[in-house]
């Protein structure tokens, strides 16, 4: 969408926007590595998305669908200690890349949000960079804007928008009655089974200028197996920035 699209929350009242609260575990003494953390929250808030809990009649398909059929807004928080055990006890998916834990739980209004998550910080989440090798072979790869400085909690919510946007594209693809779609519900299908896997890297400016869909995103997805996450801009950066490129294994 365009930056004037994104930013329109002219008519919003505040206590009834509906967030996904994903949670990162960093310890004081022990804090995870970033790209592993990142991995993890990609991972977690597609699999909240696709559990079988939110398929229609199951316990979380009314705090899902209602919240994917508006805008997909996530909030980030950090806990520790006593404060992500007791997280831990909400509905949600945890998942471990390396030792990195991010929880993400189910949709919920603001006014709604419980005391475990409100009294947890939003601010403090970020992480010095890593430097975690190239990207193995198989897994999609969310690419990161090199040119947009994020906290890691800002990454975790974009890289979260990727893997969901991802999945939406492949479920697409899946309705389609020849070979192009028996091979997306293929690939959706392997990808749930192992967990949704993926690798979050960033990119030089000539990988990332080549990756970008430009004015064709339908193209691009067809073509090169590529989505963009473009940002309402309602935290940290300016609306309609493209933060994360979304690729598939081709």
Do not use: Y
Not at 8 to 24: A, C, Q, R
Not at 106 to 120: G, I, S, Y
Not at 174 to 180: E, M, N
Not at 215 to 220: I, K, L, R, T
């Amino acid at each position: 969408m365009p930056a004037r699209a994104t930013a329109d929350t002219s008519e919003e009242d505040p206590d009834n926007v509906v967030l996904m609260p994903v949670v990162l575990r960093i310890e004081r003494d022990t804090p995870p590595g970033r790209t592993a953390l990142l991995e993890a929250s990609a991972a977690a808030a597609v699999a909240v998305c696709l559990d079988q809990r939110s398929e229609q009649g199951g316990p979380w398909h009314e705090a899902v669908s209602g919240w994917v059929d508006g805008r997909i807004r996530k909030v980030t928080r950090r806990a520790r200690g006593s404060h992500w055990r007791a997280v831990s006890e909400l509905p949600g998916i945890t998942v471990d890349v390396a030792g990195a834990e991010a929880r993400a739980l189910l949709p919920a209004r603001v006014a709604d949000m419980p005391r475990e998550l409100t009294r947890l910080q939003i601010s403090g989440s970020d992480l010095p960079a890593d430097e975690p090798g190239p990207a193995g072979d198989g897994s999609p790869v969310l690419w990161l804007n090199p040119h947009v400085d994020m906290t890691a909690g800002k990454a975790a919510a974009q890289v979260g928008h990727a893997t969901m946007i991802l999945a939406a594209l492949l479920h697409g693809d899946a309705g389609r009655p020849d070979a192009v779609g028996e091979h997306a519900a293929s690939e959706l299908r392997r990808w749930h089974e192992a967990g949704f896997p993926c690798a979050v890297r960033t990119p030089d400016t000539d990988t990332w200028l080549r990756l970008l869909p430009g004015d064709e995103p339908a193209a691009a997805w067809r073509d090169r197996g590529v989505a963009a996450v473009r940002d309402a801009g309602f935290t940290e950066i300016d609306p309609g920035t493209v933060t994360v490129l979304a690729q598939w294994p081709r």
